[in-house]
């Protein structure tokens, strides 16, 4: 049988092809079908990897948390693991929208996740900066970290709600507020990396060595599996590429 090219299905050329294709596909071609549920959105493609790499990462740290007795330090790491979980999410189930309407469904599940995310990044800021004390404050490669994520968070989500709810007010049009959006990506996938960099610089405080034993190889790993899951379905004409 022949295919569309004239050339039959079953010549090498064509098994060739078939063999040389990715398993999960190649970088940022997965595309949400008109009639598929946005939800499998967060599985398709390499989603599957990064939600590997997400879901390990967050029970390393449950894990090793709640192995210790509870003290007001506990809710922080708890809590900033379930806002990275959250971002993780919204990130997976925008990137393959393509049509109007799957676009405007994946940006208010985005912006509800990152509602929630933020709420949670910013309770487990006060809850470390109250555990802290009268103790020295952003020292530490993890503190530094943690504050200048902190600090991006929270001008990432502003941008966001501006770029999208008031183009017109701040910007003079929603054509102004629309071509903010690739830049808004962009940092977005930054601030995952900055996000993830303070995750493991946490594995070197001076308390997970005593005390939590996340292991720094394990953290690793699931970083390198959220990095490629997400990074492999990143549409390179949404950045302006």
């Not at 010549?11 to 940022?28: M, N």
């Not at 800021?125 to 902190?150: A, Q, R």
Request: aromatic fraction near 8%; proline fraction near 6%.
């Amino acid at each position: 049988m022949a295919s569309a090219t004239g050339i039959p299905q079953d010549h090498p050329a064509t098994i060739v092809s078939r063999e040389d294709e990715p398993l999960l596909g190649r970088p940022g071609d997965v595309t949400q079908k008109p009639d598929e549920s946005i939800y499998r959105n967060l599985f398709t493609g390499t989603a599957s990897v990064a939600q590997a790499g997400i879901w390990i990462l967050a029970a390393l740290i449950w894990q090793g948390v709640l192995s210790l007795p509870l003290s007001l330090f506990t809710p922080h790491p708890l809590l900033g693991s379930s806002a990275l979980l959250l971002q993780v999410q919204a990130a997976l189930i925008l990137q393959p929208t393509a049509t109007p309407q799957q676009k405007r469904t994946g940006t208010r599940i985005h912006y509800i996740l990152q509602l929630l995310s933020v709420a949670l990044f910013i309770s487990a800021f006060v809850i470390i900066e109250v555990n802290k004390g009268s103790h020295p404050h952003f020292v530490s490669p993890h503190g530094i970290l943690g504050l200048i994520t902190y600090i991006a968070i929270v001008l990432q989500a502003l941008v966001g709600v501006i770029q999208y709810f008031l183009p017109v007010t701040v910007f003079g049009s929603v054509d102004a507020g629309k071509r903010i959006y690739k830049y808004h990506r962009w940092s977005g996938y930054v601030l995952l990396l900055l996000e993830v960099a303070t995750v493991v610089a946490a594995t070197q405080t001076t308390y997970n060595v005593i005390a939590i034993h996340i292991p720094l190889w394990g953290v690793l790993v699931s970083v390198v599996f959220i990095l490629a899951g997400v990074g492999a379905r990143i549409k390179k004409h949404k950045l302006g590429l």
